[in-house]
């Protein structure tokens, strides 16, 4: 029989203890102490509340915590002395069925990491879709998290310990989060379509894109959608209101990727949506607005270097020069549009009037640690960083490494490693501000001459464009000095100035209530990364909804990750959202 919220929150302490016994390995505690902040309003603000008990105990706690779960295929579980939850979770990874190899690795992998740590190593086996890793995946995990350092592994140990919760939870309530498996099965579908036989590239107006395109089109359609795909390859999906006089409300996000990229980057946003406007048609449920989904056809450059074009052409900003530019076979945008049977010239079309949006809501995936680091499934964005990007060319003599003496070199790339220094000291002084030199340049250069030049790039961003300011003048100060000092001369190129974007309070406060709704605290933080909000900000007020990413927040990476459970909970706070939809201002 499964467990209901009502039962919980009614019965005394002791059965609650009871009941929840098997979910937090051998630490009775944490019900103990969880069972005083009842009644719980959902099963999500349960989960979040025993967390909050593992994360406001002592390390000495926390640590017996760890230590109470068992190796994986370790000697406990060769010895069936495992808890029944262990037995079933470490069976249905199929560690019960390791090869020789594969159980001698683990051997070597468990001794290793207690003897760095202290502690054994920790994983959900299940996976973030509850189907399970495979035994290469989990070798795969434990090798790279052996290399981290204690205070992160413990923090990802006691993270690994909540899901693990969250699934038996699941399990005892006999509950299927089932938006967002949809969503993850979704994403599964069409991250398996790539550019390249290995890793996941979608790139503008490629076979695997265009095929992507259609796909959203049919999940669009098949959910109660009026769907169409526009010149510049935006899919464009409408849920209409009955209301003759309704006003758009617009959401969604890119189905492009980077080389190499995640599977939930810009398609969460697209999904997710579809999945819950599914829900609604199945249900007969009508908005008072018209709901339209964009599956943006390009936000992040890889084919022409030239980012945001499906937003920019909903905006009414797409630049048509574009049009001519080629990507790396000589092959132009315009000559690709047409070969996937768009008409370029009936891209300035596509913009949108001002008038008929109520605003724009995105979706999407952190790409960031910072809702990881607070155990929170989800979060409001405030602002979205404005960036400023140059192109720092350095000037010196090349010559002799053998006989140029120290005092009278002028090293380029000495320069260079001052300057990067520089900008790493000034970027750390305010929260939002970041700062990166991501490429780096020696032109022509050789082992045995001191560097005469130095190409490097500079990347700066901020919630606030003050902020961001304040450090470009003191970098662009300090760049001076060094050079001058050095005796290099420099040369610098603007090349990407793009202002922050805000997110609109009347929406956040919307999100914010919907994720209160949820169980979850709302949670407020900036976007260092640029999304579709950004150009739709031209025409609409613009929020965005961040799910929390895993694997320490990595993004723009095959190991970006997230589970079917944050899924829905996005799922569940856009939908609520939608219901409770008031336009404002
Ligand atoms: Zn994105």
């Known amino acids: 029989m499964t467990t209901t919220l009502q039962q919980l929150n009614a019965c005394d302490s002791a059965e609650f203890v009871r009941i929840l016994s098997g979910i937090y390995e051998h630490s009775p505690w944490i019900p103990e102490r969880a069972a005083a902040r009842r009644p719980f309003s959902s099963l999500t603000a349960l989960k979040q509340a025993l967390q909050a008990e593992v994360e406001s105990a002592h390390e000495e706690e926390q640590l017996g915590l760890i230590r109470a779960h068992p190796e994986l295929a370790g000697k406990a579980a060769i010895a069936g002395q495992l808890t029944k939850e262990s037995t079933g979770e470490q069976a249905k990874a199929g560690l019960n069925n390791c090869s020789p190899e594969e159980f001698a690795t683990l051997q070597k992998l468990n001794a290793d990491y207690n003897a760095k740590f202290g502690f054994p190593f920790i994983l959900a086996v299940k996976g973030p879709d509850g189907k399970g890793f495979n035994r290469q995946q989990i070798i795969a995990a434990f090798t790279r998290r052996l290399k981290n350092c204690r205070a992160d592994e413990m923090a990802e140990d ?201 605003g724009f809501v995105e979706v999407h995936i952190e790409q960031g640690p910072v809702l990881l680091e607070r155990g929170l499934p989800a979060g409001i964005v405030t602002s979205i960083a404005g960036s400023c990007r140059y192109l720092v060319e350095l000037t010196g003599v090349a010559s002799h490494a053998g006989t140029t003496p120290m005092h009278m070199r002028k090293d380029a790339a000495a320069a260079a490693a001052e300057i990067i220094l520089f900008v790493e000291r000034r970027c750390a002084q305010a929260p939002s501000l970041v700062g990166t030199v991501g490429q780096l340049q020696v032109p022509h250069g050789s082992v045995n001459v001191v560097p005469g030049a130095c190409r490097l790039s500079l990347d700066i961003r901020a919630a606030d464009d003050a902020t961001r300011d304040a450090a470009r003048a003191d970098i662009l100060r300090e760049i001076e000095t060094i050079c001058a000092r050095r005796n290099i001369e420099f040369r610098m190129e603007l090349l990407v100035s793009a202002p922050a974007v805000p997110c609109a309070p009347w929406l956040m406060e919307q999100l914010a209530a919907s994720t209160a709704r949820a169980g979850i605290a709302p949670f407020k933080l900036t976007s260092g990364a640029g999304h579709d909000a950004m150009a739709i900000a031209a025409v609409t007020d613009v929020a965005m909804l961040f799910t929390r990413c895993g694997n320490g927040g990595i993004s723009h990476n095959p190991l970006e990750t997230m589970t079917a459970d944050d899924a829905e909970i996005s799922a569940q706070i856009f939908l609520d959202f939608l219901r409770n939809f008031r336009r404002d201002g």
């Not at 967002?180 to 979608?202: F, K, P, R, V």
């Not at 398609?267 to 018209?290: D, N, S, T, W």
Request: with cysteine.
């Open 158 to 358: 006691l993270r690994q310990i909540h899901r693990i919760a969250e699934l038996r939870l699941n399990d005892l309530f006999g509950y299927t989060p089932a938006l967002g498996n949809t969503i993850m099965e979704w994403a599964e579908t069409i991250g398996a379509w790539s550019d390249d036989d290995e890793g996941l590239t979608c790139a503008y107006m490629t076979t695997a894109h265009r095929k992507t395109a259609a796909q959203l089109a049919t999940w669009m359609r098949e959910a109660g959608m009026e769907v169409h795909i526009d010149a510049v390859g935006n899919v464009v999906g409408r849920y209409l209101s009955d209301r003759p006089d309704a006003k758009t409300l617009m959401t969604g996000s890119h189905y492009d990727t980077v080389c190499n990229g995640g599977k939930y980057d810009g398609r969460e946003g697209i999904l997710l949506p579809i999945a819950v406007v599914r829900h609604l048609h199945e249900r007969g449920e009508k908005l008072p607005f018209h709901l339209e989904i964009v599956g943006f056809s390009e936000e992040e450059g890889v084919r022409y270097k030239s980012t945001f074009l499906g937003s920019n052409a909903i905006a009414g900003r797409f630049d048509m020069a574009l049009l001519d530019k080629l990507d790396a076979e000589g092959m132009s945008m315009r000559a690709a549009l047409i070969d996937a049977g768009h008409n370029p010239d009936a891209i300035p079309q596509i913009a949108r009037k001002p008038e008929d949006l109520l």
